[in-house]
């Protein structure tokens, strides 16, 4: 018997009792959660509801779980299946999707495994509203619960916003900031955008599943040209989309496994029932590294908690917060207060000499052009001598997710020339994996999955697409001869390697920019020349 479950008998029991003895007992307190108001409007004719086979999940809570205690449970993921609210549904496309779920559980155990960090925080906001908790597994069809996931339609963050879909439900973006990957406030957002969905199509969840997937206006236009034809409205019979048809079974398929993963032969670890991030005012802006320092923290797990943020620093208009891991909050907050705004972020002061440019500058002090422009408004990246500049004391390299993702702030799809970037679309091959793909086409395993929210390890399907970069191609066949040139100092510990990986360059490239052989030793404070696309360094 569930916790919940034994507490609704209980209370009977104690109302029962009181009443034989002619005593009054209170009943036992919950805390209602408030469930979407019905529709203002008029109920779909029954022609739109579809056959048995295809009938639309409503939301209908078992009485004793719309009340359930969050608390109740050890496991996070118990907690999820007891506010599961939509209907089973049979239907052959939720079979093909559940198929591969089944066949592929490693997968599963990865994606969990980054979820972990924000499963609570969500489950909790969709719990508090009184949707369905089905909702918590959306990121999974998404992202991959990965933050820094971003798709060809310029789709961003766990919830996979487009940024005018993300400005209309209020999630800011600037050189600083992208609020469609910031934890908090995408999951509002798209909480607020399913809400809006659910309403307009008269409380039928899966119709607001799909126009999330697709847009409301396609949705739409698909009802009312099957209500002119005499046909079915509902979901199941819409000419929507292939994407779209694949999205809402993958979620229901993920709702059923997830509902009873035993029965598929499967077992997930146990994710505890309790915060994993706390959030911390910072009242001023805050360099992340300095912030991982005063939390005892990896700069990694930072960065996975705080993901919205495009650079070495947060955002100087706000918002003025950062997540960190639960058991470090205490230490942060006390830490912090320690610190002046000047501590915060430190900055150099440099003034131009004459001649001086401003990639000269940056070249001098590990930068570039464009961070200096930024920090200091520089319109058109023009200065003059005698100009005092603040340079920003950049502490370390930025991991290559946060790269990217300023990258695409910098310089938004183009290519090393400038121009606008085609794209390839792969088909894959029976037997083919993300290695042999990436190798046919000259470029890092680690690219070609990162283009498409994969993880390096995972499992292809004959005919699935994947998006190979032009400029990918053209690297390999010019030997990057029109890639921008870069000097770096190699660091101790570094090794021709490890400097070719983290640039996302061959070894024999980096060998031959350099005139080394096998027989060269590279040593720290030695500086190497290399050619790379632009939006992998640092800006």
């Not at 209980?10 to 019905?38: D, K, N, S, Y």
């Not at 949705?219 to 040209?225: K, S, W």
């Not at 464009?370 to 603040?390: C, E, F, M, R, Y």
């Not at 085609?422 to 680690?446: C, D, K, N």
Request: aromatic content about 8%; glycine content about 6%; proline content about 6%.
């Amino acid at each position: 018997m569930t916790p919940n479950k034994r507490q609704f008998f209980l209370g009977c029991t104690a109302l029962l009792l009181a009443a034989c003895a002619h005593q009054p007992v209170a009943p036992p307190q919950r805390e209602p959660i408030v469930l979407p108001a019905p529709p203002a409007e008029t109920p779909i004719a029954p022609s739109d509801t579809g056959s048995v086979l295809g009938a639309t999940p409503t939301l209908t809570m078992p009485r004793e779980w719309q009340h359930h205690n969050g608390e109740d449970y050890d496991d996070l993921f118990d907690r999820m299946r007891a506010g599961f609210a939509l209907d089973e549904v049979q239907e052959p496309a939720i079979d093909v999707q559940l198929a591969w779920f089944e066949h592929n559980p490693d997968y599963l155990e990865r994606v969990f495994q980054r979820g972990q960090r924000y499963l609570y925080h969500i489950i909790t906001e969709v719990e508090a509203r009184g949707m369905p908790l089905e909702f918590a597994l959306l990121p999974v069809v998404e992202s991959a619960f990965e933050p820094f996931a971003y798709s060809r339609s310029r789709a961003a963050g766990l919830w996979q916003f487009i940024p005018d879909t993300g400005s209309r439900f209020g999630l800011k973006r600037d050189w600083w900031y992208d609020g469609r990957r910031d934890v908090i406030e995408s999951t509002r957002a798209a909480l607020d955008y399913l809400q809006a969905l659910h309403d307009q199509f008269n409380g039928d969840w899966l119709l607001a599943i799909a126009a999330y997937n697709v847009g409301e206006n396609s949705v739409q236009r698909e009802m009312d040209f099957n209500r002119a034809n005499g046909k079915p409205a509902d979901f199941w019979h819409l000419r929507l989309p292939a994407e779209t048809r694949a999205y809402v079974p993958k979620l229901l398929a993920l709702k059923r496994l997830m509902a009873e993963p035993e029965r598929y032969g499967l077992e997930f670890a146990v994710i505890p029932n309790e915060p994993y991030f706390a959030l911390i005012d910072t009242d001023s802006q805050i360099d992340m590294k300095i912030a991982a320092q005063l939390a005892g923290t990896s700069y990694d797990e930072l960065v996975a908690l705080n993901p919205g943020y495009n650079r070495w620093a947060t955002d100087p208009d706000g918002p003025h917060r950062i997540l960190v891991p639960i058991d470090n909050a205490d230490a942060f907050d006390a830490a912090l207060k320690t610190l002046g705004p000047d501590d915060r972020v430190r900055f150099a002061s440099h003034e131009v000499g004459r001649k001086e440019t401003l990639l000269m500058i940056a070249k001098q002090f590990g930068t570039t052009p464009v961070v200096i422009s930024k920090i200091n408004d520089l319109k058109d990246g023009k200065i003059t001598a005698g100009q005092t500049l603040k340079i920003p004391e950049i502490s370390g390299q930025l991991p290559d997710k946060v790269l990217l993702a300023a990258s695409r702030v910098d310089r938004p799809e183009t290519d090393l020339g400038g121009r606008r970037q085609r794209q390839i679309v792969y088909r894959v091959r029976a037997g083919e994996t993300l290695s042999s793909i990436a190798r046919r086409h000259g470029m890092p395993v680690s690219t070609l999955a990162r283009l498409n929210n994969l993880g390096a390890q995972d499992t292809l399907v004959k005919g699935q697409r994947l998006v190979i970069k032009a400029s990918a191609r053209r690297l390999r066949d010019e030997g990057v001869v029109s890639g921008r040139r870069l000097l770096y100092t190699v660091r101790r510990g570094d090794t021709v390697y490890s400097i070719s990986r983290q640039f996302q360059v061959s070894v024999s490239q980096l060998k031959s920019w350099n005139g080394l052989n096998e027989h060269h030793q590279i040593k720290a404070g030695k500086r190497l020349v290399m050619y790379v696309d632009s939006n992998r360094q640092q800006g």
